[in-house]
């Protein structure tokens, strides 16, 4: 059994900055992709970021220069730093893990709220 925990969601003000972790734990096996998605109330979800294990990393047009996804692969982690972060930034962000076997993992998601 594969956990996928996702932590560091909040409120903050724009402009302001959040990190999300993200932990993947149990039944681990290679870890291939290591994403963030998120979904706005009465939208679909959609990528965010995602880094794979050699490091390359792949951003959504509207977040590009603003968010940096990075991973520890010794820790099964993976990160997103979110700055000069906007209302249109609201959302549930979730975590996805996908193994080299194809198995993916969803974590529960964690909400980011950005208001004044």
């Known amino acids: 059994q594969v956990r996928v925990v996702e932590s560091g969601g909040g409120l903050v003000q724009p402009g302001g900055s959040l990190k999300l972790s993200c932990a993947a734990s149990?039944?681990?096996?290679?870890?291939?992709?290591m994403g963030w998605y998120r979904q706005a109330p009465g939208k679909q979800r959609e990528l965010v970021a995602t880094i794979t294990s050699g490091g390359t990393t792949n951003y959504a047009d509207s977040v590009k220069g603003r968010f940096t996804i990075s991973r520890d692969n010794a820790k099964n982690t993976v990160y997103l730093q979110m700055n000069s972060l906007k209302p249109e930034d609201t959302a549930v962000y979730y975590c996805?893990?996908?193994?080299?076997?194809?198995?993916?993992?969803w974590g529960q998601g964690t909400q980011v709220t950005v208001s004044s």
């Open positions: 149990g039944s681990i096996f290679i870890i291939n992709k």
């Open positions: 996805n893990i996908l193994f080299i076997t194809l198995n993916s993992y």
